[in-house]
T-cell receptor
Framework: DSGVTQTPKHLITATGQRVTLRCSPR?????VYWYQQSLDQGLQFLIQ???????AKGNILERFSAQQFPDLHSELNLSSLELGDSALYFC?????????????FGPGTRLLVL | KNQVEQSPQSLIILEGKNCTLQ??????????LRWYKQDTGRGPVSLTI???SENTKSNGRYTATLDADTKQSSLHITASQLSDSASYIC????????????WGAGTKLIIKP
């Protein structure tokens, strides 16, 4: 168990809908990262937050947004969902943002868009 | 362009045998290189992190090597076990304001009894 929690574990929704994925980092970790992994594909970095502030942006679509709250949990919002958004969404956390820390991954949220 | 390439794409070996996975990168400026293990449907788990000055790092039956001159890394697994079946991902960190992580596509390893 990495100490990173993600909810829900599974999510089934329809095209055009909006969903929110939630992540709680390990105790003491200030950085949160979001990744998308489509079937049999590698991880795609979406976005990073550090202590409430956006720190780095990857290949995140404009339909997707995220935020980190004062208690350090983070939410990833996916809107106007398309079939291609079906994927595993992972959250990871680390202590800081120096680039040297290990990222600890949560169990993921499996999103299916029908 | 910063890239990480892994080979082979997939590998099948018998339980108890050794294997070596390769990672080549074109990331500059280099900060560190990581190997992750990802079981199917699970989040990746860190195996090793190596900086520029480290040539070898071990974690149990896993040994990673780094040649910063040729920009190559390898992950050697000794006496493989069925539980080693997973994807192994090489990740290189680039120095910069955001220490961007460049993820490889992974090598899918299957251990057969």
């Amino acid at each position: 168990d990495s100490g990173v929690t993600q909810t829900p574990k599974h999510l089934i929704t329809a095209t055009g809908q909006r969903v929110t994925l939630r992540c709680s980092p390990r105790s003491g970790d200030l950085s949160v990262y979001w990744y998308q992994q489509s079937l049999d594909q590698g991880l795609q970095f979406l976005i990073q937050y550090y202590n409430g502030e956006e720190r780095a942006k990857g290949n995140i679509l404009e339909r997707f947004s995220a935020q980190q709250f004062p208690d350090l949990h983070s939410e990833l919002n996916l809107s106007s969902l398309e079939l291609g958004d079906s994927a595993l969404y992972f959250c990871a956390s680390s202590t800081g943002t120096s680039g040297q820390e290990t990222q600890y991954f949560g169990p993921g949220t499996r999103l299916l868009v029908l | 362009k910063n890239q990480v390439e892994q080979s082979p794409q997939s590998l099948i070996i018998l339980e108890g045998k050794n294997c070596t996975l390769q990672c080549n990168y074109t990331v500059s400026p280099f900060s560190n290189l990581r190997w992750y293990k990802q079981d199917t449907g699970r989040g990746p788990v860190s195996l090793t992190i190596m900086t520029f000055s480290e040539n070898t790092k071990s974690n149990g039956r896993y040994t990673a090597t780094l040649d910063a001159d040729t920009k190559q890394s390898s992950l050697h697994i000794t006496a493989s076990q069925l539980s080693d079946s997973a994807s192994y991902i090489c990740v290189v960190s680039a120095k910069g304001s955001n220490y961007q992580l460049i993820w490889g596509a992974g090598t899918k390893l299957i251990i057969k009894p």
